[in-house]
């Protein structure tokens, strides 16, 4: 599952940390990171009960974002090298009955109008573009906020450029599938909503052609962002893969999970 944590207040990352805790998911991608105590909190308590925990830290001092990777299977760091922002991007291998299991989190930058931050967004996309590997062998799974939207997106807003449609496309002619196309392939779906009461889908989840025909589900799940509790301003996206994993749980002491004691 993909979750965008908006990098959250130390009291909000508690009630994150209820509710992914008591999700299905093996694995979690959690986008908009950051050098902060709500994120520190949830690394630390997670890791603590024994989790795999990915979290390439924003430099120091910063404003910038990242992406966390929580896995309740025992991983291994996976090289990918993005050059440009590279705390925007964690990936990991899990063992499963179908070999091995790449999963790539991903968090890209928004932008404004700009020529700073529309450069910025550019950049980064290139490099992850040139950075993944080719989606036609493989089993990898691309996950979290991408900040783009579909070419076809309804409704088709003016602001996004060509460049910002061709990475989804360009996914595509590289050999990735979308999904929550392949299961919902007309469905009207948003992971984020504007205060005009706009959606975007802006959150998304692309396998390789040969983890294509393993996708046993994929659906957004909008109670994090419509409940009256708020934990997020985006909804997840889950996803479900006809694997097994191989190596054991690594989830040790889920009392490490409880809220008290406090760690800060």
Same mark, same amino acid.
Request: glycine share 8%; aromatic share 10%; charged share 20%.
């Given at each position: *599952? ?8 130390? =009291? ?55 992406? *966390? ?10 090289? %990918? ?42 950049? $980064?996309?290139? +490099? ?9 062998? &493989? ?26 449609? +061709?990475?989804?496309? +360009?996914? &595509? ?13 007309? =469905? ?8 005009? &009461?706009? &959606? ?10 040969? %983890? ?51 760690? $800060?």
């Amino acid at each position: *599952m993909t979750f965008n944590l908006n990098n959250p207040s130390r =009291e909000r990352a508690e009630r994150q940390l209820r509710y992914l805790a008591a999700r299905p998911e093996s694995v979690l991608v959690l986008t908009e990171t950051a050098r902060s105590a709500g994120c520190e909190f949830l690394a630390e308590r997670f890791q603590a009960a024994g989790y795999s925990v990915t979290f390439p830290r924003p430099p120091y001092g910063s404003r910038e974002r990242g992406v *966390m990777i929580v896995s309740r299977l025992a991983t291994e760091p996976l090289p %990918l090298s993005v050059g440009y922002l590279p705390h925007r991007v964690a990936a990991v291998t899990a063992q499963t009955d179908r070999g091995p299991l790449n999963v790539v989190g991903v968090y890209v930058p928004s932008r404004d109008a700009t020529e700073a931050k529309v450069t910025r967004k550019r950049t $980064f996309l290139e +490099g992850l573009a040139a950075a993944l590997p080719p989606g036609t062998s &493989g089993h990898r799974l691309v996950l979290g906020d991408f900040n783009i939207l579909e070419p076809d997106h309804v409704p088709r807003y003016r602001t996004f450029q060509a460049w910002e449609y +061709g990475f989804y496309s +360009g996914l &595509g002619a590289a050999g990735y599938r979308d999904a929550f196309r392949l299961v919902a392939p007309d =469905e009207r779906a948003y992971s984020w909503v504007g205060r005009t &009461g706009d &959606g975007y889908r802006y959150d998304h989840a692309h396998v390789s052609e040969p %983890l294509a025909g393993l996708v046993g589900g994929c659906r957004y799940v909008h109670e994090p962002r419509t409940d009256e509790d708020r934990l997020t301003d985006h909804s997840a996206l889950t996803v479900g893969l006809a694997v097994t994993a191989t190596e054991p749980l690594q989830v040790t002491d889920p009392n490490a999970l409880d809220l008290v004691p406090a760690l $800060f």
